[in-house]
């Protein structure tokens, strides 16, 4: 390490900023949110009673208290759901003028910005992601993805020219528990702006704004069953994609699910979109505007406690830049504030789940064991609920499973490389191909990378930014079909060949 | 005295070569004995189609477009070969028109498929069109034209291709690898196995490097086919035998989005 670099590395150390600095609690009202007891399952435009009879509860995991008992459908509740789809479908929807489709999702895009105050908090209650995020990034996208979409109802033969863009029919949609009103937003707009009605399935563990969203529709005055939402668990989702009703199957989720949904496809000519995991390199060069790139680093991995399929979870350091790099990014991580999701504070929020912290907590053991290096910030967490503090590693072979394994959590793994073909070849050494970050002040190097990088989208010189108009999905498997943009709308429409 | 004609052996088409199968074996079709591909052949087509993508996917649209329209050049010296081989001399008209066509397509798609997105932020914002990788193809009938339309949107795309000729009828299909062989299309960038499909098609759908299956080809088997295609994702398509369209070239592509920040 040359003297300057020491240098360097040892006034982060001394920083002030070791410690975060006090803040006074500033926390979001909840009271704007009214949550039922309990709800049914929205089909044919009014909740029905399930009719497996079973519920679950669903719980804020910041709190670990209960806020809803949600229905848990079975294939007769599926069936039902599909059934009043394919009436939706086949009755109403499809007899409608395009341009009053269009006005119909430029409505729900509308009651979403009012209303974006109360889809917020209830999204961070029940997911316990920041309100700073719910804020400013999950309801201000959902409602911008609706207005993008909405647009596209009346003009679909200028989208895809010469090829009779039409419906497909019933859309069957399973959603993750990261983003689940964006999520839902995702599917049902470019669906609904081709004109197929849904059925869509909130993730088990974050049905409550998928359920608000159910209001909205009532108040756009949507047909009855253009939009069916029926919750549950994975039993749930695949009687969806087992049901010989439904025409198309978007799924966003685990690789390992989407395998499982594409082999159960297989022969039966449904069409299928598929936006699975990823294991995404971020990658530093030396000559990246370093400050800049440490934010990167942290909003890459941290973001939505790393619940992010896109998230830049390995990170590639070009060796010259490795020591002064880590000291900012161990001084960038001591100011976190992980903490109450609804304080407008909070940073980093609760892990969405039991289940997924338990998962954290196994790779984390793992990565240990395997030998490397692991950094975390002191850092009081709360007593009750789900929490993880954010993680860095160092001293990761490429072999390690937190090296090659999706984690979904704050925990990042730091790799080196000296040239710009081991970057490649390291970054790209993985079956995923969702997502990879590019920091460097060269624009050829830019391009360069972003050429042979095998990922769906590439942000250089900047990290997790997302748009309606911008396609977003994967290379290999990662998945197939985009979401976002004119390419998005192409997964719900029937066209000619030529 | 009448002089006996030199008849030729049919062999495969790997890497630019035309070896026999590893395995020693053929198959009597259309009177000849046939290569009868191997899983070990099929497995070296595939790492050869792999290491032939790198040079193939970053070749130039213009030089793409040139190899296929060289392909075609080939085809249209060999016409009467490829004739006899064929029912209808039609079928190689189309074949030789339809290679022509996709070739004019390699330096356009950047712009029809891609797009420039107005994102609501200071970023520039574009997606562009990737090859996916190794294409597995089961070549449908009629034995030229189905394949010439299956094989075509692949490769102009900038993928490369491992292809199981007609079962029945793969005579042509060799004939045809002798036009690649002459075209300056790099080596491996096109493979074309002969043999039985049943021994052959499972191990090209389960291949963990091949990215993506064309099985308009397939007929009671492409459920099962499919299915072992899950394994890694693959892109699984089914056109139809006389296909000409661009978005038989754009099944075989990836979508790359790429953001940059605009600033002073």
């Not at chain 1, 229905?71 to 479908?89: E, I, L, M, P, Y």
């Amino acid at each position: 390490m040359t003297e300057r670099k020491q240098d360097v590395a040892r006034r982060a150390e001394k920083s002030p900023l070791t410690t975060a600095w006090d803040y006074a609690p500033a926390p979001e009202a909840r009271d704007i949110v009214h949550i039922q007891e309990r709800y049914g399952l929205f089909i044919g435009g009014k909740f029905v009673e399930p009719l497996s009879g079973e519920r679950y509860t669903t719980i804020d995991p910041a709190r670990e208290e209960p806020l809803s008992e949600v229905a848990q459908a079975n294939k007769a509740d599926v069936n039902r759901a599909v059934k009043a789809a394919r009436g939706a479908f086949d009755g109403p929807w499809s007899k409608l003028r395009p341009s009053e489709r269009a006005k119909y999702l430029f409505r729900i895009a509308r009651i979403l910005q009012e209303r974006s105050r109360e889809f917020a908090v209830l999204e961070s209650l029940n997911g316990g992601k920041p309100i700073r995020e719910s804020r400013d990034v999950d309801v201000p996208l959902a409602a911008a993805h609706f207005f993008y979409y909405a647009g596209w109802a009346d003009k679909l033969e200028y989208a895809f020219p010469n090829r009779r863009p039409r419906p497909i029919g019933v859309a069957g949609q399973i959603i993750p528990w990261n983003f689940p009103l964006l999520m839902l937003a995702w599917k049902i707009a470019p669906a609904l702006a081709a004109g197929n009605t849904v059925v869509l399935k909130p993730a088990e563990t974050t049905p409550l704004t998928a359920l608000l969203f159910c209001d909205v529709v009532r108040q756009a005055e949507l047909p009855p069953g253009v939009v069916n939402i029926v919750t549950g668990d994975g039993r749930t989702g695949a009687e969806i994609v087992a049901h010989p009703g439904v025409d198309k199957i978007a799924f966003t989720g685990s690789t390992e699910v989407g395998k499982a949904i594409q082999r159960t496809l297989a022969g039966t000519g449904k069409r299928l979109t598929l936006e699975l995991g990823g294991k995404a390199a971020n990658i530093i060069f030396d000559d990246a505007p370093l400050d800049q790139a440490v934010e990167g680093i942290i909003n890459g991995i941290y973001f939505n406690q790393g619940h992010v399929c896109c998230a830049g979870s390995r990170l590639f350091v070009q060796e010259s830049i490795y020591e002064a790099t880590i000291a900012k990014l161990k001084r960038r991580m001591r100011t976190l504030r992980v903490g109450d999701p609804l304080d407008k504070n909070t940073d980093v929020g609760a892990i969405n789940s039991k289940a997924q912290l338990e998962k954290i907590v196994s790779l984390v053991r793992s990565g240990v064991e395997e030998g490397a290096e692991l950094y975390q910030p002191p850092c009081k967490l709360p007593e009750r609920g789900y929490w993880f503090v954010p993680t860095v590693f160092t001293n990761v072979a490429q072999s390690y499973r937190i090296a090659q394994e999706e984690i979904f959590g704050p925990v990042l793994s730091v790799l080196t490389f000296r040239t710009p073909d081991e970057a490649i070849e390291k970054a790209n050494n993985t079956p995923y191909g969702l997502s990879a970050g590019v920091w460097t002040e060269k624009g050829s190097r830019i391009l360069a990378m972003a050429q042979r990088l095998r990922a769906g989208v590439i942000w250089a010189n900047t990290y997790n930014r997302f748009d309606p108009a911008s396609p977003f999905g994967g290379y290999k498997e990662s998945g197939f079909g985009r979401e976002g943009g004119r390419h998005g709308l192409e997964a719900y429409v029937a066209m000619d060949d030529a | 005295m009448k002089r006996l004609p030199v008849q030729k052996t049919y062999k495969l088409f790997i890497g630019g070569a035309f070896p026999r199968s590893e395995s020693g074996r053929t198959y009597v079709a259309e009177r000849a004995n046939v290569a009868r591909a191997s899983r070990k052949d099929l497995r070296d087509a595939v790492r050869i189609a792999r290491q032939a993508g790198v040079g193939w996917a970053k070749a130039t649209a213009y030089n793409r477009g040139q190899v296929l329209y060289r392909i075609a050049e080939m085809m249209e010296t060999r016409r009467s070969e490829l004739v006899s081989f064929v029912s209808r001399a039609g079928e190689v008209d189309r074949a030789i028109d339809r290679v022509v066509w996709y070739a004019g397509w390699a330096d356009k798609l950047g712009q029809v498929i891609g797009s420039a997105n107005p994102v609501a932020g200071p970023y520039f914002n574009f997606t562009v069109p990737e090859p996916t990788g190794v294409t597995g193809i089961l070549a449908p009938e009629p034995p030229l034209l189905g394949l010439v339309s299956r094989l075509s949107p692949v490769i102009v795309g900038g993928n490369t291709a491992v292809v199981i000729a007609s079962e029945a009828h793969p005579l042509v299909a060799i004939e045809f690898a002798e036009c690649l062989a002459t075209a300056d299309v790099p080596p491996g960038v096109v493979n074309i196995l002969t043999g039985l499909r049943k021994e052959l098609a499972p191990w090209l759908a389960s291949h963990m490097d091949v990215a993506a299956l064309d099985l308009t080809g397939g007929d009671g088997d492409a459920a099962e086919l499919e299915r072992l295609g899950a394994e890694n994702v693959k892109r699984v398509v089914r056109g139809r035998p006389d296909g000409q369209s661009p978005y038989d070239i754009a099944a075989f592509l990836e979508l790359k989005t790429v953001w940059h920040p605009i600033g002073m």
